[in-house]
């Protein structure tokens, strides 16, 4: 099975502006995870959707959302873009009774903000 | 709140012996634990995990240790190989929760 799949790998954006990531998890999987991951952070808990409705959000501002589409890929968004979200986000796919519980995570897309 | 904590932001072991990450824990309700693996500019990579009604579990040199009383879980490396220099996140979760992640430890071999 290919893995999950993120683009773009790479972005530069300046502050103010907004940026679309997308993800494309493992196939049969309908769990998406996004997490944000800075130095000395680790990975902060965006969000997870399941099924194309949100199930578990984590505690970021109203700026960053996302979505899920019938065929399980996913779009996070990041609107009037500051410094501090310059990070790697990372998404991560899981199917609920057969991954046993694990993530599996795609190579993420470091985005660097002006 | 940090529900997952890994109190070495570093370690750096000699090839060939034992390199021993440790992570804590104050959620009593987590029931599954794991540990990914991170190279630069990769995702996580998922290593090993743990249910909570176990207390070790083992996958070729990766062990994985719990102690629910003390809430702490702990992974063992051996013997320690210069692939495994990257940075190692421990991480829980409680049914379908989320997963809760630590800040990770960066693990150094040295040849």
């Known amino acids: 099975k290919a893995g999950v799949t993120q683009t773009p790998r790479y972005l530069i954006k300046t502050r103010g502006q907004q940026v679309t990531l997308s993800c494309s998890p493992i196939s049969g999987h309908r769990s998406v995870s996004w997490y944000q991951q800075t130095p000395g952070q680790g990975l902060q808990f965006l969000f997870e959707?399941?099924?194309?409705?949100?199930?578990n959000k984590g505690n970021f501002p109203g700026r960053f959302s996302g979505r899920q589409f019938s065929n399980s890929r996913s779009e996070m968004n990041v609107s009037t873009l500051e410094l501090g979200d310059s990070a790697l986000y990372l998404c991560?796919?899981?199917?609920?009774?057969?991954?046993?519980?694990?993530?599996?995570f795609g190579p993420g897309t470091r985005l660097t903000v002006l | 709140d940090q529900q997952v904590k890994q109190n070495s932001p570093s370690l750096s072991v000699q090839e060939g012996r034992i390199s021993i990450l440790n992570c804590d824990y104050t959620?009593?309700?987590?029931?599954?634990f794991l540990w990914y693996k991170k190279y630069p500019a990769e995702g996580p990579t998922f290593l090993i995990s743990?249910?909570?009604?176990?207390d070790k579990n083992e996958d070729g040199r990766f062990t994985v240790f719990l102690n629910k009383s003390a809430k702490h879980l702990s992974l063992h490396i051996v013997p320690s190989q210069p692939g495994d220099s990257a940075v190692y996140f421990c991480?829980?979760?409680?049914?379908?929760?989320?997963?809760?992640f630590g800040t990770g430890t960066r693990l150094t071999i040295i040849p």
């Open positions: 991560a796919s899981s199917s609920p009774g057969t991954s046993g519980g694990k993530e599996f």
């Open positions: 991480a829980a979760r409680f049914g379908n929760e989320k997963l809760t």
């Open positions: 959620n009593s309700m987590f029931d599954y």
């Open positions: 959707y399941f099924s194309e409705t949100q199930r």
């Open positions: 743990i249910s909570s009604i176990k």
